[in-house]
């Protein structure tokens, strides 16, 4: 039984086999998805301020909360005042901003 296999053939000079360019655009197709989702992540974190909050729309609602720190406060007062503060930002939605703000007298404000 005789061998039959093919002749082998040469490609022209010059020419780029087509399984190396689809190589390369899917490793630029791939690289560029990469970079994009970088840049929408640091679209996103660029829109925050310092404190959170949007910097590009104001918020929808505003919730302050004026804590009067010119006493101690006792570990009864403490809870309250933690589960105050817990439950102002559990009614918090998207958009909305909460301040909270420290009155002292003896601090002078």
């Known amino acids: ?25 899917l490793a630029a197709a791939f690289i ?3 970079g994009f989702v970088a840049f929408q992540k640091s679209q996103k974190d660029a829109d925050l301020g310092s404190d959170y ?29 933690d589960n105050k503060i817990r439950d102002a930002v559990g009614t918090l939605s998207k958009g909305d901003r909460l301040d909270i703000f420290e009155v002292n007298a003896a601090k002078g404000g």
Do not use: W
């Not at 039984?1 to 655009?25: C, D, L, Q």
């Not at 918020?59 to 302050?64: F, H």
């Open 53 to 81: 909050c949007s910097t590009s729309k104001p918020p929808s609602t505003i919730i302050a909360l004026a804590i009067d720190a010119s006493d101690p406060f006792d570990a009864v007062q403490g809870i309250a005042v």
């Open 32 to 34: 560029a998805g990469i």
């Open 1 to 25: 039984m005789r061998n039959r296999r093919k002749p082998r053939t040469r490609r022209p000079e010059g020419a780029i086999p087509v399984r190396t360019v689809a190589m390369f655009v």
